[in-house]
């Protein structure tokens, strides 16, 4: 085996490493087409990489050469991930919702050579837009490159041999390109950041020992394999092998599906965590005294949590382990201990009830350009309210206009045809300029403050961070986003827009009727109204919202008020909501 430091040398031969480690283990499981659930080994999943791999040597593709997959979350995703790494390809992920344009930009500027689709409906998309791709030599679909029958000969009709395969995964060397993953850009078109087998696997010495998981173990898996962090998961976990539990498809279904799937390892954006935190205590506050004894049981869980639970308050919280935290434990499958997120701040009150109910979740940070992690809190040192401390072989130091900066192996070496940007982005000691803004505190915890080119400067002079404003309105159960204005203006103003369910919750609890339109309702506005107040009571006095506006629908992808991983595009609010704007300025 061409092991390298305890891991494979380089991703090309990833599965033909854990398949000698791991053998008959199960490497992953997913819904077969009965409802059940269906197995798959580790040297199953080898084979299947070798006839993803070799189909694609079938089609033509050449080492270093681009092949890009659009598809949703899935196994096949995994077999074609590492196939086009086995056959010393360069994977380029784009996420199924992508709209045409950007599309056809990832497509074009990563030159790619070959395109994987989910489905008909994704390949028909891919070639309406053949006469803007002179690269493009074939599009194919995922089930046909992966299929059993026939090594692929499917997709490519001359599927290549074994040995052709085996030679050139065994060429590829840690400096090469392993992904161009293209950032969700919330202004102009994404960057392809080029990332090597050598920056990944960085990520993962850094990062095993942190996160601790073996044979037995099950990582439920249903972010976008599109996006880094869960094709970082995905190594991690077949790494250590564990097995990969793929969800049905449905996001919809995925909190009920947590119970079945009983996984002991879970990655997740916050608003999952926020949800499961705001329904039950929703049901908890249906009863009568429920809101005082769900309060009371959260704090008796965090005392336990950290060993200072008074003698005295045993009975109390043992009756609350029975009511509330087992439930909660259950509804995530029971075996959860290990659980993790990112990408945007968590509330506080959340990471207290999970904590209280047993369930541990860790904040941590990193962008695609740094590997995918910088920092990372864990078991062994976790602070809340921070992202951790920077993980081993990465250094973080703050700049003087309080810009965090990273240097270290996983930090890329570029973006793909864009020396322009690569040199605003890494300066000439190789330091990462990650555009965000943060602190170090005296025990090395890195704490994110807000986002560099965000930054808000009102007509006169105050320096505003958004993200402080808007994240402190949405602990209100019952926003769903915020979105700070003011740049160039006297005072900040706030959109604002609802969460659907908790206002059902409250009209149902409360008898009330907001109408048709909830956004219009003076009780509504008087419970948004509420959490303006109690934000601004936390913010400097140039930070506090003067007014705001409710809006009649959540933002989204398609409407192209959100990025693929949900981030705000801005200027695409501003001008969409400009008359709304206009209107809170003028009154």
């Known amino acids: 085996m061409r092991a390298y430091d305890g891991r494979p040398r380089t991703l090309a031969v990833f599965t033909e490493w854990t398949a000698h480690r791991h053998g008959p283990e199960p490497a992953l499981r997913f819904r077969a087409p009965d409802g059940g659930w269906r197995r798959v080994s580790y040297e199953e999943l080898h084979a299947a990489v070798g006839r993803a791999g070799r189909a694609l040597l079938g089609l033509g ?43 056809a930009w990832v497509l074009a500027d990563s030159e790619a050579v070959a395109v994987v689709c989910d489905d008909a409906r994704q390949e028909a998309r891919v070639a309406a837009l053949r006469d803007r791709l002179p690269k493009l030599r074939a599009v194919v679909g995922m089930d046909e490159l992966t299929g059993e029958a026939g090594d692929g000969a499917a997709a490519s009709g001359t599927p290549g041999p074994p040995d052709a395969l085996g030679d050139r995964a065994a060429a590829v060397r840690p400096a090469d390109d392993a992904a161009i993953v293209y950032t969700s850009g919330t202004t102009g078109l994404p960057k392809g950041c080029r990332l090597t087998h050598g920056n990944l696997g960085a990520v993962q010495d850094a990062t095993l020992p942190l996160v601790r998981g073996g044979p037995g173990d099950s990582t439920y898996l249903y972010l976008p394999l599109a996006h880094l962090l869960a094709q970082l998961i995905q190594f991690t976990t077949l790494l250590e092998g564990g097995e990969l539990c793929y969800f049905g498809g449905r996001i919809e279904d995925v909190v009920g599906e947590l119970a079945e799937a009983r ?3 879970l990655p997740s954006v916050p608003r999952l965590f926020e949800k499961v935190h705001a329904v ?20 008796l869980g965090v005392l336990e949590s950290e060993g200072a639970l008074p003698e005295e308050s045993r009975a109390a919280w043992e009756a609350a382990r029975e009511t509330l935290y087992e439930p909660v434990r ?16 968590i509330a506080p009150e959340t990471l207290d ?20 992690v910088i920092s990372l809190n864990h078991p062994g040192a976790v602070r809340y309210g921070t992202v951790g401390r920077p993980v081993d072989g990465c250094e973080v130091r703050i700049g003087p206009d309080g810009e965090v900066l990273a ?19 890494l300066d000439a000691d190789g330091w990462l300029h990650t555009g965000d803004l943060g602190e170090l505190d005296a025990d090395g915890f ?15 002079g105050k320096n505003l961070t958004p993200s402080e404003a808007e994240f402190a309105i949405q602990r209100s159960r019952y926003v769903s986003r915020a979105v700070m204005i003011g740049d160039r203006r006297p005072y900040p103003v706030a959109l604002i827009t609802l969460d659907a369910a908790e206002l059902a919750g409250w009209a149902a609890r409360e008898g009330a009727d907001p109408g048709p339109a909830p956004w219009s309702s003076p009780a509504v506005r008087a419970l948004v109204a509420e959490a303006v107040a109690e934000a601004n009571a936390t913010l400097s006095r140039p930070a506090r919202i003067r007014a705001f506006r409710i809006l009649p629908a959540e933002f989204t992808v398609a409407a192209g008020e959100l990025t693929p991983t949900l981030k705000l595009r801005r200027p695409a609010i501003e001008a969409r909501y400009a008359a709304e704007i206009a209107e809170l300025y003028e009154e």
Do not use: N, Q
């Not at 259950?330 to 701040?345: C, D, E, S």
């Not at 009830?353 to 995918?372: D, N, Q």
């Not at 070496?413 to 864009?418: C, S």
């Open 446 to 460: 890195l704490r994110i403050t807000g986002r560099k080119k965000e930054l808000i400067i009102t007509s006169a």
């Open 280 to 299: 039950v205590r929703s049901l908890a506050e249906a009863r009568e005294g429920g809101r005082e004894r769900f309060e009371a049981a959260v704090r």
């Open 61 to 103: 593709v050449a080492a270093g050469e681009r092949v890009a997959v659009l598809a949703e979350t899935r196994p096949e995703w995994t077999y074609t991930h590492f196939g086009v790494l086995a056959a010393g390809a360069v994977l380029v992920p784009v996420y199924p919702t992508a709209g045409e344009e950007e599309l």
């Open 263 to 265: 996984p002991t390892h």
């Open 407 to 425: 240097r270290g192996p996983m930090v890329f070496p570029g973006y793909h045809g864009d020396p322009a940007a690569t040199a605003g982005a």
């Open 353 to 372: 009830f999970l904590r209280a109910c047993g369930i541990r979740v860790f904040e941590g940070y990193g962008m695609t350009e740094s590997g995918g």
């Open 330 to 345: 259950a509804a995530f499958g029971g075996r959860l201990r290990w659980a993790l997120t990112g990408g945007a701040p």
